[in-house]
């Protein structure tokens, strides 16, 4: 990294810093770098030494059946399971190498797909039990980026605090581009299910006496910051930097966070299931604060206001960053996606959960909020 | 289709006869035809109207929650979960159009993602739950063809027999090519699990005494041969068809019925759970007999031969297509993959359950079962 220079990595570069890999799985010379020179078994056997770690820490119950079979058998989950299922392509939820440089890992697409799967459960209140992938890509795809991707899968489950979590199978296809899709399973945590529709108790409550909006997780934005770097070429990037009074200038950290936020999310994964019984209901921030909370609000018919005041100090650390791509902060962390953050609405008469904080209202009925504004519809189609 | 020539579809057609879908969605002018005019809102309306069928069939019982959260919840499954995922890749696991000028339709593809996932499910005993799928595709994709993968998806879990599973929820994403990963869930049936490798006991009984491989389903060899007819160019097939002595000819029902095979697989989904009690280990054939048999074999440090017999017996109508094709048929009944029947040893001492044949033999240690073949690697490697 350059000191004269934009602190971005440069072209060819990987992520500086972030998880370390627990532990590595040893690497073998497999004698051939690609999938079509591995071949299927040797691919599913490179998947499974970078996937012994968590089979390790998790071992499997009697009676249950692991990754070997047509199916795995998970042992019973008492209060039924939750499932869920997210899916990220090459071209379109990544980038092999970003305009700005930066290539992308396997353990990069591992781990994301991972986190926002698991994100999946924890907007239900629930626990992740098990994952499943199913990994397709050219014959051409080097082995070390296929291990890659279970190991970033594999390291997301054991630091994300996935405890229950195990790997529960694969599948491995042919395709043009590489693409990750995974399911997970889950169950109800303790206060049972958080649904996006609340109970008509809450709801009539909410209706009279207002409701708190509450969030928690990373703090949302920096995951669009993230992406709108790693989409900017690096000549721009480097000449943009320059051109900026040297206060206004984003530093290595502020750019290494956002790219981490886009490239390997945090879902707050103790949050759900710790503040189902004081939420009303809620749902994981994945298309962007203001589209989700649209969202949230139809279901319930209700309005969800964010606080002016919150706006502008989730936007502060960004302004540097806003700087650099001409972009109003504000509208990274209302309208940008993947922080996989926990958006609900306080049941009336609890306390904020752990781990949670306000961040706006839902007036009772016909008010309008002084200090707040509408969180609308400003995210991500996928088709649009 | 022209008397004169070869009966396969011409250039563009679909895929005749076939299931009807039960029953079609009403098709509402949607104002737009691609993905990208209707929004993922719309295309998850239009997914959801072709899944209504199956829905109204099995409402989601009290306590559950069914698609629209971030996940869903099923009922508890008092065995335990089982768990298994698949995916299909255009232009890898399809291609739009055929060589021989078929198109696939958007049904074909859904119907066969679910019964390569059903069928992991039987071969493990179990019986179908829930799916959920994750579609991926281009912005210029047809909103038909998304809506013909969910009728198609629906249908098979009606018309195979799939009588307690739900679609739990699904996923869309952008993509280059069209693709579609789906998981399935199930519970342990009656017998409980049937397991890819021996109990102690069963192992020390066949190795003894020797035992019995047992099939159930479609006949093998189909779907390769049908896999075999879609890749050859419509000219050359025609060329092929006419070279041909009249009574080496395949007719119409040969060309469909293997068709069929490979573009909408029929696996046999109540023999698993109802043979399992009177199976050692078994496990669904989706690589091709001999490969597949090679896997139950190494689980079981065993070998299972193939009846002359019943190779000959399955190859016989198949011999017409083989001569167009110019293939002897024995390698697909052994070779061919994608028909997901399902492979077995009995339990020494059990008769055969319903819907098996006995099709081989497992040897006693060291002996050579005369009339018979060994069963061996002859399949299909995604990446070599």
Redo the contacts between chains.
Sequence with gaps: MRTSGPPSPGPGAQMPGGEAPVPAAEHHDDGART??G????G?LRLIGRELAVVEERRPWPE???GI??????????????????????E???WLPTWPAGVRTRGFDVGWKAAAQNL???N??G?VPT?L???L?GP?RTEAAWIAGVARGLATALLRLGADECRV??????????A?L?V????R?GAHG?L???MGEQDLAAVRSEGGAVVHAGSAPGWAAAGLALLLTDRAELEERWHALAPQDRPGPRELVRAVRAQLRPRPPLGAGPAGAGALACG??VSDGLGRDADRLAAANGVQLWADEAWVAEAAAPLRRLGRLLDIAPEEWVLGGGEDYGLLAVLRPGHGVPPGFRVIGAVPSSGRVPAGHRLLGEAGW????
């Design positions: 999938l079509a591995l071949g299927e078994a691919v009676g249950s059946v070997g079979d047509d199916a795995a058998l998970l042992p019973v989950s008492p209060g039924g399971t939750l499932v869920s299922t997210d899916s990220m392509a071209g379109h939820d994100s999946d459960i907007a239900m629930g098990a499943v992938m199913a397709t014959r529960a199978g694969g599948d491995l296809g042919g395709a043009d581009r693409g899709a399911t997970v399973l889950g109800p299910v649904r996006r529709t749902m994981d189609d996928h088709f649009a």
